[in-house]
């Protein structure tokens, strides 16, 4: 059985790099894939699997990827969510494991380390 996974981001380059790279894992289906926390809260109302594993960007219209958090925790307690950013500055690592994230990488992270984080 596949892991039903979630993508937040809002650059399209980059969101649909990362669905496509990990729809093609056999153990991995992107089931939700959004540009913004809003939308990924619309999808799950809708009746989209609910994911396992989110990975949000951090800067994202709306609701950033480290608020976003704890509405996706608390919709979701199960689902782990790994923010995926270009800030690596230590604050922002720190608000984001504050606010329940179990991870964190930049989007420099070549596809496949992403894939096994």
Not at 83 to 106: K, N, P, S
């Amino acid at each position: 059985m596949k892991t039903p996974i979630a993508i937040i981001e809002d650059l399209p380059l980059v969101r649909e790099a990362l669905s496509t790279y990990l729809n093609a894992q056999p153990e991995l289906a992107c089931t939700i894939v959004a540009e913004s926390v809003e939308e990924f809260l619309v999808a799950l109302d809708e009746g989209a699997t609910p994911p396992r594993l989110v990975l949000s960007d951090i800067g994202l219209p709306g609701v950033s990827g480290i608020a976003g958090i704890p509405l996706i925790r608390q919709r979701l307690p199960r689902a782990e969510v790994v923010l995926i950013t270009v800030y690596q500055d230590a604050e922002r690592v720190f608000q984001a494991l504050c606010a329940g994230a179990v991870g964190y990488l930049v989007k420099s992270t070549p596809l496949p380390a992403i894939r096994q984080a």
